[in-house]
T-cell receptor, first 119, second 111 residues
Framework: ETGVTQSPTHLIKTRGQQVTLRCSSQ?????VSWYQQALGQGPQFIFQ???????GRGNFPPRFSGLQFPNYSSELNVNALELDDSALYLC??????????????????FGEGSRLTVL | LAKTTQPISMDSYEGQEVNITCSHN???????ITWYQQFPSQGPRFIIQ???TKVTNEVASLFIPADRKSSTLSLPRVSLSDTAVYYC????????????FGTGTRLLVSP
């Protein structure tokens, strides 16, 4: 158990709809990253949030957006859903080298993921 | 970020030692090597991280040669529960790194 919780665990949407996924990070971690994992593939980096600001983004379109809240929890929003958005969405929290908290600096603590199916 | 290459799959039997090698020819000076384990429908789990030489913890060892262009994850005496996908990643350990996962190595442990 990593201390990172995600909700919902499973959901089904139709093309064109919007979805919001939520993540509560490990206590003591101030950085949250989101990954998309298609079936049979490794996780792909979507974006990262630090101190409520986006701190880097992967090769994903603007309809993928996020938020980080003062308590370091985070949301991933996807608009205008497409069939290819069907995937496991993973949230991971981490800490910096000079920050206290569990794990090693840079070690990612992943949640169990949210399985999104787009029909 | 440095690209990594690792075998797509490996098979082993319970009780054997398994070594998974990862190539990372373009590793940068400030990059660390990190391995994650992932079971189906779960998030990846940190196994071990190293910079050079050898690192050992309660579940695995990581061997890194002097040129750091490759690394080997060693799992001693595997069990059925070690069946999983193992990812090798290279990057800084600042906490801000945007990890690049490849397709990983699918390890199957049989009785």
């Amino acid at each position: 158990e990593t201390g990172v919780t995600q909700s919902p665990t499973h959901l089904i949407k139709t093309r064109g709809q919007q979805v919001t996924l939520r993540c509560s990070s490990q206590s003591g971690h101030n950085t949250v990253s989101w990954y998309q994992q298609a079936l049979g593939q490794g996780p792909q980096f979507i974006f990262q949030y630090y101190r409520e600001e986006e701190n880097g983004r992967g090769n994903f379109p603007p309809r993928f957006s996020g938020l980080q809240f003062p308590n370091y929890s985070s949301e991933l929003n996807v608009n205008a859903l497409e069939l290819d958005d069907s995937a496991l969405y993973l949230c991971a929290s981490s800490r910096q080298a000079l920050a206290g908290g569990p794990g090693q600096a840079g070690e990612l603590f992943f949640g169990e993921g949210s399985r999104l199916t787009v029909l | 970020l440095a690209k990594t290459t690792q075998p797509i799959s490996m098979d082993s039997y319970e009780g054997q030692e398994v070594n998974i090698t990862c190539s990372h020819n373009n590793i940068a000076t400030n990059d660390y090597i990190t391995w994650y384990q992932q079971f189906p429908s779960q998030g990846p789990r940190f196994i071990i991280q190293g910079y050079k030489t050898k690192v050992t913890n309660e579940v695995a060892s990581l061997f890194i040669p002097a040129d750091r262009k490759s690394s080997t994850l060693s799992l001693p005496r595997v069990s059925l529960s070690d069946t999983a996908v193992y990812y090798c990643l290279v990057g800084p350990n600042t906490g801000f790194q945007k990890l690049v996962f490849g397709t990983g190595t699918r390890l199957l442990v049989s009785p």
